[in-house]
């Protein structure tokens, strides 16, 4: 009997969050649809998407995680731009900023690899620099507005954070990689 | 106080060794990209199918870890009430959540007018990849929490971003199996 209880319980809790997750997910993946209908000229793009979807949710969990234990310890300040928190954003942008570099390179020998055909290198480099960079600072923006403000209306920012920053993460990731796309074949090199 | 030096230097391993995983499920989505292009309804459901997994095995690991670090269990591959309890849970909501999604896509696609033979298929296969990947999961789940925790490591700064990012890897290249052995 205690075993079905604290079951229920268990699902009681999760079933709601995971519920709203895969929602949002549906939309992020209509994004998804436009961009393989743009990958005809793009080809080889579909092997970063999920590597561009990890980045976001790692980074953006980590800042939020951070955010929320500098707000608890109060480093951060909830009335000024405090230093913790522009040092947190700046971390965030610098790694998106590397990491999809380093995405990039892989994503570029991958394709090579498998033989299909692919774009260029500084293709590959500019679409996915460019929504790393563009996503990031949306995200770090977002991820520490939610937290001070969960935290100025009296919430814990560790249960709200998190959830709400990697439902919309995606989201986001996906507009910025369509724009992305949009503007470097709008330039065509 | 927080350094910008100290906190790269800690998060660029981990993210670097998950951008590297994350390339192998993109390898899966190129390589069946002409299998894609003709079913768009299977892209839509990728990122929720991806979400789905990940949530479940993040709240499996974190479960798990908080449960060895309280002592609630050890870490030996014994018959133990606590683990059963949770894993009867992820199985509940796996179900649950992986049927919902088939529906709404099987309704997504009927409402954009998409031609299938069944739409039926996408409860059909959302349902079959999903229990696959979820089952995995979950045992990897208890292996890596398991084998990082007798190693001294605390599994809460290491099975979440190693599992969420395996998660997607074997989440795609199932549902794609999946997808390809059903149509």
């Known amino acids: 009997m205690a075993v079905a209880k604290s079951m229920l319980r268990i699902i009681e809790e999760t079933l709601p969050v995971i519920l709203l997750f895969a929602f949002v997910g549906l939309f992020t993946g209509g994004f998804l649809n436009g961009v393989i209908a743009e990958s005809a000229m793009t080809p080889g793009l579909l092997i970063i998407v999920p590597g561009l979807l990890g980045l976001r949710g790692n980074i953006s969990s980590a800042l939020g995680a951070r955010l929320s234990s500098g707000l608890h310890l109060g480093y951060i300040s909830t009335k000024k731009f405090s230093k913790g928190l522009r040092v947190n954003i700046e971390v965030s942008i610098l790694l998106s900023l590397f990491i999809s570099f380093v995405l990039s390179f892989l994503a570029w020998q991958t394709c090579m690899y498998i033989g299909g055909p692919c774009m260029s290198l500084v293709n590959f480099v500019l679409i996915t620099v460019m929504t790393g960079l563009m996503s990031g600072v949306l995200m770090s923006f977002t991820t520490s507005g939610i937290a001070i403000m969960s935290y100025r209306h009296g919430l814990d920012p560790d249960n709200t954070t998190l959830p709400a920053a990697a439902s919309v993460g995606d989201i986001i990731t996906m507009i910025c990689l369509l724009i992305s796309i949009k503007f470097v074949l709008g330039l065509g090199l | ?183």
């Open chain 2, 1 to 183: 106080m927080i350094n910008t030096k100290e906190v790269i230097e800690e998060s660029l391993p981990v993210l670097s060794i998950c951008a590297a995983i994350s390339i192998l499920s993109g390898l899966f989505l190129g390589k069946n990209e002409e299998m894609l292009r003709m079913l768009p309804g299977i892209l839509i459901i990728v990122p929720s199918f991806m979400a789905i997994n990940g949530n479940i095995s993040s709240v499996m690991s974190s479960r798990l870890s908080s449960a060895l670090h309280m002592g609630l269990i050890k870490p030996h591959f014994r018959k133990s009430r606590v683990l059963t309890k949770n894993i009867y849970a992820m199985i509940i909501i796996s179900i649950v959540a992986f049927l919902l999604l088939g529906l709404a896509a099987a309704m997504v696609n009927s409402f954009l007018g998409a031609e299938y033979a069944n739409i039926m298929i996408f409860p059909l296969v959302t349902l079959t990849a999903g229990l696959i990947t979820v089952s995995i999961l979950i045992f990897s789940s208890i292996f890596t929490s398991y084998l990082i925790y007798s190693q001294g490591l605390d599994p809460d700064n290491v099975v979440v971003p190693i599992l969420t990012t395996v998660g997607d890897f074997v989440g795609i290249s199932v549902l794609l199996l999946i997808t390809s052995v059903v149509i």
